[in-house]
Structures are given as structure tokens and as C-alpha cells.
T-cell receptor, first 113, second 113 residues
Framework: KNQVEQSPQSLIILEGKNCTLQ??????????LRWYKQDTGRGPVSLTI?????NTKSNGRYTATLDADTKQSSLHITASQLSDSASYIC????????????FGTGTLLAVQP | GAGVSQSPSNKVTEKGKDVELRCDPI?????LYWYRQSLGQGLEFLIY????????KSGLPSDRFSAERTGGSVSTLTIQRTQQEDSAVYLC???????????FGPGTRLTVL
């Protein structure tokens, strides 16, 4: 069964600190992997997208890595800000015309002053 | 420009009633998706529309769920004879043909009493 698992479930860090979120997946055939940020009460917003051949992708203070061999990805947030408080969702796309996405349950990040 | 919009933002209904949820995708986006996000769960794919092709209904949990997309634009998700387990946030996303990124609406929070 295609699955996406994320860890930790929740995380509290102090403003200005760095953190790393983990994602493991078993989706096959694999098309791409995305990280989304979902603020409370809002829809998810895409942060990064990586295909099979890409190892890393950055978007400002967000850097995602992908190891397609071990089927693992990480999202590193540098110099966290209060506005980074949100749920971060790892999403893996199956190959195929539907572009069907399989979502992890997310990591809830709280950045405290 | 305008993003994906959904209405209503919140809906409270009694068990057994029918509900209709609306999604207005980004203008020009040919692909439209419905997802369900239950408390503590990852997003669950429900249904996918692509242009004039037959929709992919493989994610609909029961025959009480149906969706239409009229004129290739607005979509309505209908849940008949609602049950308490239908309580969730229902998210709509649209995607431009030839691209990978899905843009999400803010969701409709459905509560079935």
C-alpha cells in the first residue's frame, strides 16, 4: 500500500532556531515529492517540488532534500520565524495521468518567541 | 489574481441531511481535485476532473458522495444522507494543464451533528 509517513508529529522550537522535518514514503511508481505548508484554517500551499533526479531544492529559508534510493525526504527550516508556525505536509505523487497525490499526516510546527 | 475559492467556509448540518459544497477553481485550470481532511489524518483524495474526460471517482468513500463539474469550471461536491463520520474539512484544488502544482482553496469545514 502506498504510504507517506512523517515525523515528528509535532515540534516546538524557539524563534531563530533551525529544525528538520522527516518524510518516508513507499509510493511506487514515484513521480515527484512536494512539501506543503498549511496554516490553520487555510488550504495547503506548495513550498518545494522535487523529481526523482533532484536531491535538494530550496525556497528561501526552506530547503528540501530527497533520497530516492532510501525513499526519504527532509525539510529543513533555517532561522525560524513565528510565521513558520503551521502544519508541514509531505506529499508524494504517483506516476500516471491522474497526478494523484498521497499525503502524509503532517508535522505541526510551533515557533515560540 | 484570484485563487481557488470554496463555499461555504463552514457548514453545520444534522445527520441524514444532504449538503452541497462548492469550488471555484483558478480561471483556466483544467484539472480539479476534491480532497477530505479528517482530524489527525492526512488529506484523502476523493475525485479528479480533467477537462472533458470522465472523472476519476476512485477516492469517493461511498455512493452517498458525488461531484459534478459544470462547463469545465465550477464544481459541486454533494454528500447525501450525511453521517457523523463525514465531518471533516473538504478541500478543492485546481491545476493548470502541463504543470504539476495543485493550488488549494481554503476548504469547507463540515460538521455533522
Amino acid at each position: 500500500k502506498n504510504q507517506v509517513e512523517q515525523s515528528p508529529q509535532s515540534l516546538i522550537i524557539l524563534e531563530g532556531k533551525n529544525c528538520t522535518l522527516q518524510c518516508n514514503y513507499t509510493v511506487s511508481p514515484f513521480s515527484n515529492l512536494r512539501w506543503y505548508k498549511q496554516d490553520t484554517g487555510r488550504g495547503p500551499v506548495s513550498l518545494t517540488i522535487m523529481t526523482f533526479s533532484e536531491n535538494t531544492k530550496s525556497n528561501g529559508r526552506y530547503t528540501a532534500t530527497l533520497d530516492a534510493d532510501t525513499k526519504q525526504s527532509s525539510l529543513h527550516i533555517t532561522a525560524s520565524q513565528l510565521s513558520d508556525s503551521a502544519s508541514y505536509i509531505c506529499v508524494v505523487s504517483e506516476s500516471g495521468a491522474t497526478n494523484k497525490l498521497i499525503f502524509g499526516t503532517g508535522t505541526l510546527l510551533a515557533v515560540q518567541p | 489574481g484570484a485563487g481557488v475559492s470554496q463555499s461555504p467556509s463552514n457548514k453545520v448540518t444534522e445527520k441524514g441531511k444532504d449538503v452541497e459544497l462548492r469550488c471555484d477553481p483558478i480561471s483556466g485550470h483544467t484539472a480539479l481535485y476534491w480532497y477530505r481532511q479528517s482530524l489527525g489524518q492526512g488529506l484523502e483524495f476523493l475525485i479528479y476532473f480533467q477537462g472533458n474526460s470522465a472523472p476519476d471517482k476512485s477516492g469517493l468513500p461511498s455512493d452517498r458522495f458525488s461531484a459534478e463539474r459544470t462547463g469545465g469550471s465550477v464544481s459541486t461536491l454533494t454528500i447525501q444522507r450525511t453521517q457523523q463520520e463525514d465531518s471533516a474539512v473538504y478541500l478543492c484544488a485546481s491545476r493548470q494543464q502541463g504543470t504539476d502544482t495543485q493550488y488549494f482553496g481554503p476548504g469547507t469545514r463540515l460538521t455533522v451533528l
